[in-house]
């Protein structure tokens, strides 16, 4: 049963391949080193049990307060908490309170626009995502500038794209933004291309400390499945959107 849940685990998380060979060859001693060195870290450092009862029990002040104080920073706070909880369409309409015509800080427009990219809405992200970059273009150590690209690309402006993910890649590393130029090249049929910057994201895999490997896993885990469906016959699309 070790081995099984260490193999499993494994699968999922895609570590450095050696720890295949001392999952197998070291059977359940083998595997339990395993699930000490590589998956109990992880466990230890999550609290998302209790950041989420903390989430609701503010959530839930929060909805209380703007009846009484429809104040521009409690709905931007309560629109927050909504998009951690994945209730996308209520974090808009909060969004949507916290901005006016005099908002003077990107930090509402770029939080409404991670929702609108989960809600596929681009055209409204791109607009969000403008205004972000007119007040800083290094906004969120560029990922701002990387999800722009990545909306241009999902609105048809391919020139736009081009040019925005080649000027932010000439100094950011993020896999994300990495990973939404390659399916970008993919789907401009630059497969080779594509290929390249996919095998960029894992190359990071030898070098990244622990903790920050599981961070990356999911851009793992899409660069592999890219590059896998790039080598099947036939096959040319790509996962998208961002995570």
């Known amino acids: 049963m070790v081995e ?3 193999i499993v685990d494994f699968i999922r998380r895609r570590p450095n391949m050696y720890w295949l060979w001392i999952i197998i060859m070291g059977g359940p001693l083998g595997a339990g080193i395993y699930l000490v060195m590589e998956v109990l870290p992880d466990h230890r450092i999550s609290t998302e049990g209790f950041r989420w009862y903390t989430r609701r029990k503010r959530i839930k002040q929060l909805e209380v307060i703007v009846l009484d104080n429809p104040a521009p ?9 909504y998009s951690e ?6 974090a808009r309409q909060c969004f949507d309170q916290a901005i006016s015509s005099r908002t003077d800080m990107p930090n509402p ?3 409404r626009a991670i929702v609108e990219l989960h809600l596929n809405d681009f055209a409204a992200a791109t607009q969000d995502l403008e205004k972000v970059m007119n007040f800083d273009r290094q906004f969120d150590y560029q990922r701002a500038a990387g999800l722009l690209a990545y909306c241009y690309s999902r609105t048809g402006q391919i020139e736009k794209a081009e040019r925005l993910f080649r000027d ?4 950011s590393t993020l896999s994300e933004t990495q990973f939404n130029y ?12 594509a290929r390249d910057w ?5 190359n990071k895999k030898a070098t990244l400390p622990r903790y920050l490997r ?12 890219l590059l896998n469906a790039l080598a099947a016959p036939g096959q040319t699309e790509a996962a998208k959107g961002p995570s």
């Open 4 to 6: 099984v849940a260490a």
């Open 109 to 111: 427009f770029y939080g």
């Open 168 to 171: 932010t890649l000439s100094t």
């Open 85 to 90: 909880e994945k209730k996308f369409d209520r």
């Open 182 to 193: 390659a399916a970008f090249l993919v789907g401009q049929g630059r497969q080779q291309e």
């Open 198 to 202: 996919a095998q960029r994201i894992l």
């Open 73 to 81: 920073g409690n709905y931007e706070e309560l629109a927050d908490l």
């Open 214 to 225: 599981g961070k990356e896993g999911p851009w793992f885990r899409k660069a592999i499945g």
